[in-house]
T-cell receptor, first 115, second 112 residues
Framework: GAGVSQSPSNKVTEKGKDVELRCDPI?????LYWYRQSLGQGLEFLIY????????KSGLPSDRFSAERTGGSVSTLTIQRTQQEDSAVYLC?????????????FGSGTRLTVV | QKEVEQNSGPLSVPEGAIASLNCTYS??????FFWYRQYSGKSPELIMF????GDKEDGRFTAQLNKASQYVSLLIRDSQPSDSATYLC????????????FGKGTKLSVIP
């Protein structure tokens, strides 16, 4: 597509429920990133996918978080047993290739609220 | 711990003035530097990137890099109210690295 597409744009969930967030990167972009932005905080790296290589999961905050990328395109970030501290905007980004010489293009984000 | 530091602001400038946004980084080996603009409730948008020491100009925006001082700045000339946003500095720590480290951003307010 023309840009990075994320869905849903907003999600309100009850504490303890599981949620899935979806990202569709720019067509042809092999690298995909998930970041989290909490109120008043900077962008926090979560996970990185590049082609068919094993993902870099080093930023995932706990084992309740997981992500997959099917067919080298669409990615799903899953949060199990959500907690209130998971409330944040989850941003997906993609880039052409694995080197960020030209920066990322971000999607519009999913605002997650855990009540 | 690789860090990117920015003054959180708010930085207020009158319309038509030059806005100067500053960023320092801790990793001396950092290779490339980015400025993103983020309007309230929106996602970050890349506006400038710079790799080499010196100035890089694009329209009303000038990015300045001083690797010896580990300092990067963004100048916005003839500031407009539409420039009011949070500006995020991001650093690529090295060749072949894919992860950007972001500062927390500086909030700019351009007063009409």
């Amino acid at each position: 597509g023309a840009g990075v597409s994320q869905s849903p744009s907003n999600k309100v969930t009850e504490k303890g429920k599981d949620v899935e967030l979806r990202c569709d990167p720019i067509s042809g972009h092999t690298a995909l990133y998930w970041y989290r932005q909490s109120l008043g905080q900077g962008l926090e790296f979560l996970i990185y996918f590049q082609g068919n290589s094993a993902p870099d999961k080093s930023g995932l905050p706990s084992d309740r978080f997981s992500a997959e990328r099917t067919g080298g395109s669409v990615s799903t970030l899953t949060i199990q047993r959500t907690q209130q501290e998971d409330s944040a905007v989850y941003l997906c980004a993609s880039s052409l290739g694995g080197q960020t010489n030209y920066g990322y293009t971000f999607g519009s984000g999913t605002r997650l609220t855990v009540v | 711990q690789k860090e990117v530091e920015q003054n959180s602001g708010p930085l207020s400038v009158p319309e038509g003035a030059i806005a100067s946004l500053n960023c320092t980084y801790s990793d001396r080996g950092s290779q490339s530097f980015f400025w993103y603009r983020q309007y309230s409730g929106k996602s970050p948008e890349l506006i400038m990137f710079i790799y080499s020491n010196g100035d890089k100009e694009d329209g009303r925006f000038t990015a300045q890099l001083n690797k010896a001082s580990q300092y990067v700045s963004l100048l916005i000339r003839d500031s407009q109210p539409s420039d009011s946003a949070t500006y995020l500095c991001a650093v690529n720590p090295g060749a072949g690295s894919y992860q950007l480290t972001f500062g927390k951003g500086t909030k700019l307010s351009v007063i009409p």
